[in-house]
């Protein structure tokens, strides 16, 4: 998908038919460092428990509005949704260039898990080549394998996104 689509109409899941296909291709999470609580309170945020000074805070800082993380792919993904706010701030989280490192962590084990490339199709998340492609209003996610459907919904887990990094969101 490109820039201009950020999924599909509703709720329908464009990538129901992978799920056990991804756990041939990402078998196991890998371990990874603990970790470190976030420097500050506008860092954290997460599905239905943030407040609102951290979603504001969140808003300020990175201008993105957070949808929330939920499973999809029958358990064998996890699907990010965010809203751009501020496409100026934005930039370091959308553009390729800034945002190579991008996995999300799982805070009840630690395991670092990624997100799934394909040949055809690239990197399974929203990303644009220049700050001008990114859009004010509208949607983008990633979509971060969950091997052997390690992650279950209320699990709490960081996302990392380059420089930025949000912390305990609950899955769905």
């Known amino acids: 998908m490109g820039a201009d689509e950020a999924g599909p109409a509703g709720d329908q899941d464009p990538f129901a038919t992978l799920g056990h296909a991804w756990s041939r291709v990402y078998p196991r999470p890998a371990a990874a460092e603990p970790v470190p609580q976030a420097a500050k309170a506008g860092q954290t945020a997460g599905g239905a428990e943030a407040s609102d000074s951290a979603r504001a805070e969140l808003e300020k800082q990175w201008g993105i509005k957070l949808l929330g993380i939920r499973r999809t792919a029958a358990g064998y993904g996890l699907d990010f949704r965010y809203e751009v706010v501020d496409a100026e701030k934005a930039t370091p989280i959308l553009q390729r260039k800034f945002s190579r490192d991008t996995h999300l962590v799982v805070e009840k084990s630690g395991a ?37 459907r390690h992650v ?14 949000v912390e305990h969101l609950v899955v769905q």
């Open 152 to 165: 279950e919904a209320g699990d709490k887990v960081t996302v990392v996104i380059g420089k930025f990094r």
């Open 112 to 148: 670092r898990l990624g997100v799934p490339f394909s040949e055809k199709v690239g990197s399974m998340r929203t990303s644009v080549r220049t700050a001008n492609q990114i859009k004010e209003g509208r949607r983008y996610f990633v979509l971060f394998a969950n091997p052997a």
